[in-house]
């Protein structure tokens, strides 16, 4: 298992990984990319920002996306444990 950085398809709760997805295209706005989910065709853009932590499988990570159930969200108070 490893934590990477995935944006959320609030359609579907897939979740696309920002390094593996070929779903994910930087838009000419710095910070901003625009994500076409291939699991329920939804579009939209998002900021760098909106990515969370996500915990998943290497399997999972390297097909790109992870469907609901192969993902853990990584509570955003966890990353304040040290
Ligand atoms: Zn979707």
Redesign the pocket.
């Known amino acids: 298992m490893s934590i990477q950085m995935g944006i959320l398809?609030e359609?579907?709760h897939?979740v696309h990984f920002i390094v593996t997805s070929h779903g994910i295209k930087p838009m000419p706005t710095p910070g901003m990319y625009v994500v076409s989910?291939g699991?329920?065709s939804?579009r939209r853009e998002f900021r760098t920002e909106t990515m969370r932590p996500y915990r998943v499988s290497e399997e999972v990570f390297q097909t790109g996306h992870a469907n609901e159930g192969e993902y853990f969200a990584i509570p955003p108070s966890a990353k304040n444990k040290s």
């Open positions: 398809c359609k579907c897939t989910c699991v329920c939804e």
